[in-house]
């Protein structure tokens, strides 16, 4: 993240630049940064202007109270302007939920790609687990308990309880703790994590959904409806892979559709 810019409210955006050919901006899931994308990036460098930042509240980037998914979107418009005022959007998880949102305001974009954005309409007790968490992540962030809200959320995930006490030994869990407040953030983009059909109604740039063959198949159905309610949307699954995407797989998808 060797560049910067201003979001209309003031944060301060750490990005970075690879590549050359049409832009694409990369919009990380939650808990990530974007040194996280930097793998797709330099997949698809060859052919496309891979832009990779921080979401505010992460890595390089700064953060300005009250939070509103609004604000997010207003960064991406920074980001764009930066990067030329030309590109196409890319997000993974609720990243994608972000690209979905700034696509549906009317945000000048080329068209629009997302990977499994985890809206739970056809995952068992799915709303009432997403209402759970919600309290419990904003009363946990509220009173500070950052470790507590890192394991909701890795519990939301799927991950057991072995493996949320040895991430708690290891060395990332302090990184982990210093974006915890960042799941707020995610949240909101999630709203109550159900598919928002009139939102994606409104969408006029193509969109491509893309999901994991060995995914769960909440996810799969969820990406396919997706790529239903958008009116110029498509649907691609990725024979093999899971919620943990593998670069090598999704960047000659990404490249074919966004550098297209």
Known sequence: ?????????????????????????LVSGAMSTGGTMAPLAQRLADHCTAVVYDRRGRGGSGDT???????????????????????????VSSGGALVLHAAASGLPLRRAAVYEVPYADHLADGAAREAAYKERLNAALGEGRRGEAVELFLRLTGLGEEMIQGARQSPMWAGM??????????????????????????????????????????????????????????????????????????????????AG
């Open 65 to 91: 109270a009250p939070y509103s998914v609004g604000r997010e979107v207003e960064d991406l418009t920074a980001l764009i302007d930066a990067v030329g005022g030309d590109a196409a959007l890319f997000g």
């Open 177 to 258: 703790e210093a974006v915890a407040p960042s799941l707020a953030h995610d949240d909101a983009v999630m709203g109550d994590g159900l598919l928002p059909r009139d939102r994606l109604a409104a969408i006029t740039v193509p969109v491509l959904s893309v999901a994991g063959g060995a995914s769960p198949e909440w996810m799969r159905t969820a990406s396919r409806e997706i790529a239903e309610t958008v009116p110029k949307g498509a649907y691609r699954v990725l024979e093999g892979q899971t919620h943990m995407v593998e670069p090598e797989v999704l960047g000659p998808v990404l490249t074919e559709f966004l």
């Open 1 to 25: 993240m060797d560049k910067k810019t201003t979001s209309r409210d003031g944060t301060s955006l750490a990005y970075g630049v690879i590549g050359q050919g049409p832009t694409v901006i």
